[in-house]
């Protein structure tokens, strides 16, 4: 599957962004999907989660209750809602798939990955 992500900008902080990630010539609906991000001069960090049915969503801690995965099977796409934005979630966003819901939040576990979006939350 690939995977192309959008919806990357510049907003102030407590703005709000969503992001997109659309899927194409693959299975969408049978995937398990995630979002992370890279802060410049950090590693890559997860973010949040979604299993194959949209049924049980996973975050890290310092996005729950700011952001909301979702994801449209029927138009194979994947959000990530970010609201109340905070400078620290400066970054560039990327989507991942995989097969299976264990070890969601190693990004190694992930098989395909969009390439990436620009956030950008100023002050």
């Known amino acids: 599957v690939q995977l192309q992500a959008s919806g990357g900008g510049l907003v102030q902080a407590g703005g709000s962004l969503r992001l997109s990630c659309v899927a194409s010539k693959g299975t969408f609906s049978s995937l398990v999907y995630g979002w992370f991000r890279q802060a410049p001069g950090k590693g890559r960090q997860f973010v949040a989660a979604i299993n194959w049915s949209g049924d049980e969503t996973f975050y890290t801690s310092t996005v729950k209750g700011r952001f909301t995965i979702i994801r449209d099977n029927a138009k194979k796409t994947l959000y990530l809602q970010m609201n109340a934005l905070k400078p620290e979630d400066t970054a560039i966003y990327y989507c991942?798939?995989?097969?299976?819901?264990?070890?969601?939040?190693?990004?190694?576990?992930?098989?395909?990955w969009g390439q990436g979006t620009k956030v950008t939350v100023s002050s």
């Open positions: 991942a798939a995989k097969d299976d819901v264990r070890y969601y939040i190693s990004d190694r576990s992930y098989d395909y």
